[in-house]
């Protein structure tokens, strides 16, 4: 499992990280965390999972993972099968993709199965306490309204809610998103007590993704 603090970027099905560009924001990643030392992820659509897996060396995530077994399941993202591309693990409830919390609670059972770490998204202090008890390997805070933003963060706006979040964790690290674009968001976050940070927009929109990237990891 990835050492805190943590930065992964999610690389969602922007037009700028899907197929070969997926690799190459892949490399970048890669590139910094050797240059800088930072534990640093990137959590890939499913179609590059494997192309991802051959070229680069930093820890890789599925975005989403269904809650099913081997079987008669076709069009499902199965857990085993995100395992055998060399990821070590996958989102799961991220707001662009919820789950029903049954549905959650077995998606998180078939991915522990499979040996996959869990970052199980949360939208308020709330989900925080109550996804706590599934254990996941980390908790991601992130309210809705905030994500995409270029105007707010999670960190300005809702800095109460981030230390709540901690306190609610149950000891489980908390990753900070929604909005983060700033050293500033970065070392306030830090400073409320999280664990690292699940960004998107930030990097993946960036003109110049690499300097950006070396610029908010700077703060840790």
Sequence with gaps: MMSCPIWITNFKTYEQCVGKKALELAKIHEKVALETG?????AVNAFDLFRVAQEVK??????????????????????QSIKKTGAIGTLLNHSERRLSFADLQDSEVCA?????????????????????WLNPDFLAFEPPELIGSSTASVSTSKPESIAESVSLSRGIPVLVGAGIQSVADVKIALE????GFLVASAITKAEDPEATLRELVSAF
Aim: aromatic share 8%; hydrophobic share 40%.
């Design 38 to 42: 930072v534990s640093i992820g990137i």
């Design 112 to 132: 522990r199965k499979a040996s996959l770490t869990r970052v199980v998204c949360a939208e308020d202090p709330q989900e925080i306490e109550k996804f706590a």
């Design 192 to 195: 409320l007590g999280a664990s």
């Design 58 to 79: 930093i820890p890789f995530f599925a975005q989403h993972c269904d809650p099913v077994d081997y079987g008669a399941h076709t069009g499902h993202l199965l857990a």
